[in-house]
């Protein structure tokens, strides 16, 4: 499928789809893309880059008094969306919390957010446990 990318409706229905996608299918799509692509081919003799998706996150820390008051948010965390790895299950009915797993890379310290507990580092590809 091609897609002319001077066309904003072609690219509307492109994202539109992609938004109606479980986050599981729109993961695999991205993971599918991402292993296709890389930020700096020119460069990949001497510079290791890889596309992948991230997840900003912030808490409601004090809601307003009621009166008006300041909301106050905490900062900002980031992570990187782990690929679920389904060789680890035996049957797979997608995902029921969204990115509620969450741990760390052992191989490249990338913290990581799942739909599963196992999963895959998306910058290293080494495997991942989350909590």
């Known amino acids: 499928m091609t897609i ?3 066309d904003p ?5 492109l994202s539109q789809a992609l938004i109606a996608l479980q986050d599981d299918a729109f993961l695999e799509v991205l993971r599918l893309v991402f292993s296709k692509r890389i930020p700096y081919p020119e460069e990949s ?3 290791n880059s890889c596309y992948f998706l991230g997840i900003a996150s912030n808490l409601l820390e004090d809601e307003s008094d009621g009166e008006g008051g ?3 948010w905490s900062g900002w965390s980031m992570s990187a969306a782990a690929y679920p790895d389904l060789s680890k299950y035996e049957s797979w009915q997608g995902p029921e919390d969204g990115f509620a797993e969450g ?3 052992q ?3 990338v913290i990581v957010r799942g739909i599963v507990k196992h999963g895959i580092c998306p910058v290293c590809g080494d495997d991942v446990y989350m909590t």
């Open 103 to 105: 741990g760390q890379c």
């Open 9 to 13: 409706q072609k690219l509307q229905s």
């Open 107 to 109: 191989s490249c310290s």
């Open 4 to 6: 002319d990318e001077t």
């Open 45 to 47: 003799a001497w510079h």
């Open 70 to 72: 300041p909301v106050a």
